[in-house]
């Protein structure tokens, strides 16, 4: 399994832009296959009355595969996601289902490219993780606010606009916190999620995966965009991997990364604080010799909530060759 593979029910062959023109009916207009996933396909759409571009999900039809009822999964993600207003949330505007059980729905269309891609073409800067992790940060304490946790939060899961703002996509593994409605049907004996990402008590049999899981699967993104690597057994801090990354963010990295998520940070948006300390307080840059080792001593990091850096553009690339390579939410 790669670091990208996500656990899922099994693959499908997703339907044509013209077969699922076909069931949609008169209103909308499919234009292309934009990407797929276990979960379903996505495609680029037009809502015909109102003349907007959308991102279309169209489910597998209606079935039961190894305990997973699809119907159930997506009512949850549908209405988990419409209760999110937030710039930094992908937005949807409907769902539905066709005569033959066939599960859809239509959301905010992304014109931009996913974090994934971005750090793959090597484009990323320091300033880019000054801007671009406050974001998420924030967007992601408000989705833990509003009682929801992601549970795969991963650079394909995060898009880049042409404008340089985050959008997260994908809530498909949300769950529901405690007292907040009822909780997501991946609770039941199953781990999900992307594994490198995954904070270790989800893989635990029946353990009780909240809101700090994102805190650790945000540390990874964190670590990797700095690195350009994901962090697996006796990791190097950021700042003895790269010349140039400044030394505070091993302190931030370390303690998003702390296998007792009691000793993590307790919200989200705390992290986000400390990477905005650092670009309100840039420290020069200092050449460091890699050296071998499993962690550091935590640093104590002062949060200072300014504005983010504003980071120099990066060349988006859409690649539209192969409708596979390039997928806008997700799917």
Known sequence: ???????????????????????????????????????????????????RVVALKALPPLEKRDGWDFHERFQMEARAMAKLDHPGIVTIHDFGETEDNMLYFMMEYVDGEDLHRLIQDGQLSVEHVLSWIPQLADALEYAHQKGMVHRDVKPANLMITYEGHVKITDFG??????GRGRAGLTEASLSVGTPCYLAPEAFESGADVDHRADVFSLGVVLYEMLTGMVPRGAWLPPSQCRIGIDPRFDAIVYRALQTNRDARYQRIAELGADVLAIAAEPQPRARRKPVAMTKTEPVTVTPTVVGPATPPPVKVAVVRENPGSVDRTKG
């Open 1 to 51: 399994m790669s670091e990208n593979d996500t656990l899922t029910p099994p693959a499908f062959v997703p339907l044509t832009p013209t077969e699922l023109d076909a069931k949609l009916g008169p209103h909308v207009e499919v234009l292309e296959l934009i990407g797929k996933g276990g979960m379903g396909a996505v495609y680029k759409a037009r809502q015909i009355r109102l003349n």
């Open 173 to 178: 593994l949300v769950k529901m916190r405690p």
